[in-house]
């Protein structure tokens, strides 16, 4: 993917672009609001990873809305130093896609990053979805692995959903509390990992190939392999 | 001063007016009776005068005095202005005299006038009264105003010198009250209320520089001796990484207790109150109850749910589940293995009370007491994960909403009393 790093902070933005260099994106970095502006404007990039307050008269939130003003759809992801639920707020209603407050984990900023980047074009609904053996439909809000129906809570069919569309794709745990449970404050417990493993349980009873795995220190994925 | 010249002025008009007319009426005479019917009607006029006001003088042509009892035609009254105003020395006394000049044809001559001493001393009179009436006002006013002053000062005075003891960093300070309900008072309890706040929000910014001080060095010390003694003894690569990634799930650690503490001085500060709005809550405890109630299970712990359809409040969602979840948290932390947690909910007349009721060792009352002080732990909880800023947090949500946080036994006289938490908040 080709990203663009707005970021003031030289540290931090050398730390981020190298991540995701690594991670075998291409990245753009401009030190403040102006040339990132000019750039984002200009160029056509996957992501945006802005950070919300920046030097030079443009700020993330003025950035955001010039774009979304001149019709550039660019998915955006806010870093901010800024944690009250206020800040939060109006930097998605600026046109913002996702935030994530600094201090973070490179892990979990990839996984946003990625989840942005893929993000199924929203014109095409899907009704189903299949990761191996595994299918989920939509309509019908049924799981099936192997042609083997598998009773599964509305929760988890969430759950389950997210990581589906985001297969082969790391999604944390922090993503999952805030797309399939709608909170946005961090319990400080393992209720998550709780969820999952009881899914992970209910997938794998009888199969002798796991689908979700867990990635250390980040998060969890479903993948065919 | 309209005063003056509205009375002064007047018998200024009343006197020409007189003179006027006594000299219009000669004037007809002479007109039809002609020169000597004047003088004749002068010393008419002159004999019935008791006040001895009129002035007359009437010349022939030749100067000879006809009629009148001015002695002299005035050398003022050869001028331009047929009105003029002269000294008089009558009787031994100064006087003055308003003057009217006529010529009558022929080349007789005419002066009608009057005295105009009892004018004269009446305005002087009046002057004199307006005068004094004007500096006793003055007076009064000036007396006034200093009362009125010394009166406001003596109300202002307490205000001043709080505000003032407030400037120069004395918080505790308020306005005294008269108990007299006045607009004094008023000013006096808006700003009583208003210093309250103030001091209310410096205890939360105290609060967190204290936390700061206190309970984030120490975390902080830790992770840097941890990191500082893996740099000197670790002697494989593998030891050094385990470190390196254990300093990093310390300073996750300190963050999150940061933001805690941030969360809590937000909600204390009251400034979410813009987020509040009419929510029901029994769906969003369902999915807290869901949440939760995996981790119970996996704990081979019981979640036992007992919630109304609804439960309507006007409140902020976001925070209110956070304290649910703070509240669970707890419980299912406190609750021993088979033990059982209930979360329940209920709407009366005046209030909505959430209830997490868990059978854990429960708090003695001492420890109750100061369960919601940032970073509290009771001796018994000090083994147990956890920052010591859930119930804070609790604490400040219910304050927030209005409402207040109660605890007490599950079952007070069991040996394991156990802990409920009962948030009750203001019905919508």
């Given amino acids: ?225 | 001063m309209v005063l003056w010249w509205n009375t002064a002025g007047a018998l200024d008009r009343q006197v020409d007016a007189a003179i006027r007319a006594d000299a219009t009426a000669l004037v007809e005479r002479m007109s039809v009776r002609g020169i000597p019917a004047v003088a004749a009607a002068i010393e008419d006029r002159m004999a019935v005068d008791v006040q001895n006001e009129t002035l007359y003088l009437l010349l022939a042509p030749d100067g000879a005095r006809l009629a009148g009892n001015l002695s002299a035609w005035p050398s003022e009254a050869s001028g331009e202005f047929p009105w003029i105003r002269i000294p008089l020395q009558r009787d031994g006394a100064v006087s003055e005299a308003r003057l009217f000049r006529l010529e009558l044809g022929g080349g007789h001559r005419l002066l009608v006038g009057r005295d105009v001493a009892e004018k004269l001393r009446l305005r002087g009179l009046l002057s004199e009264g307006i005068a004094w009436a004007a500096s006793a006002s003055a007076a009064f006013a000036v007396l006034g105003a200093w009362l009125l002053r010394r009166s406001l000062e003596r109300r202002l005075n307490p205000i001043y010198r709080t505000a003032r003891a407030i400037s120069a960093g004395d918080l505790t300070r308020r306005v005294p009250l008269s108990e007299r309900d006045d607009e004094f008072d008023k000013l006096g309890i808006t700003m009583n209320a208003m210093l309250d706040r103030i001091a209310q929000l410096m205890e939360g910014v105290r609060g967190v520089s204290d936390a700061i001080a206190h309970d984030l060095r120490t975390p902080i010390a830790r992770a840097r001796a941890k990191l500082e003694e893996s740099l000197h003894a670790a002697h494989d690569e593998d030891s050094l990484r385990a470190a390196v990634e254990q300093g990093i799930a310390d300073l996750d650690a300190i963050a999150r207790v940061f933001q805690a503490v941030l969360r809590i001085a937000e909600v204390e500060a009251g400034a979410r109150r813009a987020a509040f709005a009419p929510t029901d809550l029994a769906p969003v405890l369902a999915d807290i109850a869901e949440l939760y109630g995996a981790s119970a299970e996996a704990r081979e712990q019981h979640l036992a749910v007992d919630l109304p359809e609804s439960l309507d409040l006007v409140g902020d969602r976001d925070l209110l589940a956070q304290a649910v979840v703070n509240l669970l948290d707890n419980a299912l932390k406190f609750t021993p293995e088979g033990g059982t947690v209930r979360l329940s909910a209920r709407l009366s007349e005046a209030h909505a009370e959430i209830e997490v009721a868990d059978d854990g060792p429960g708090m003695p009352d001492a420890d109750r007491r100061r369960a919601g002080e940032r970073f509290f732990r009771a001796d018994a909880a000090r083994t147990t994960p956890g920052s010591g800023l859930g119930l804070s947090l609790v604490r400040a949500v219910a304050s927030l909403h209005r409402g207040e946080l109660l605890l007490r036994d599950t079952h007070p006289d069991a040996a394991s009393p156990g802990l409920t938490a009962t948030l009750r908040l203001p019905a919508a």
């Fill in chain 1, 1 to 225: 993917m080709r990203i663009l790093l707005v970021e003031d902070d030289a540290e931090v933005a050398r730390f981020v672009r190298k991540g995701l260099m690594e991670a075998g994106h291409t990245v753009e970095h401009a030190p403040n609001g102006r040339d990132g502006l000019f750039m984002a404007a200009s160029e056509q990039f996957d992501v945006l990873v802005l950070d919300r307050m920046l030097p030079g008269g443009v700020d993330g939130v003025r950035l955001v809305e010039t774009l979304r003003g001149q019709g550039n759809r660019t998915p955006v992801l806010f870093l901010s130093a800024l944690n009250a639920v206020d800040e939060r707020v109006k930097g998605l209603k600026a046109g913002g896609d996702d935030y994530l407050t600094k201090p973070f984990a490179f892990a979990e900023l990839l996984a946003r990053v990625e989840a942005l980047g893929r993000r199924p074009a929203a014109e095409v609904p899907t009704t189903r979805l299949k990761v191996a053996d595994l299918e989920l439909d939509l309509l019908s809000r049924t799981v099936t692995r192997a042609g083997k129906k598998i009773d599964v809570q509305p929760r988890e069919f969430r759950l389950l959903e997210h990581l589906m569309r985001h297969a082969g794709q790391v999604v944390t745990r922090t993503m999952l509390l805030e797309k399939v449970w709608d909170y946005h404050f961090d319990p400080q417990t393992n209720v998550i990992d709780v969820h999952v493993s009881r899914l992970r349980h209910k997938l794998d009873k009888g199969f002798d190939k796991p689908l979700i795995h867990t990635v250390r220190n980040a998060g969890y994925m479903i993948r065919a392999d």
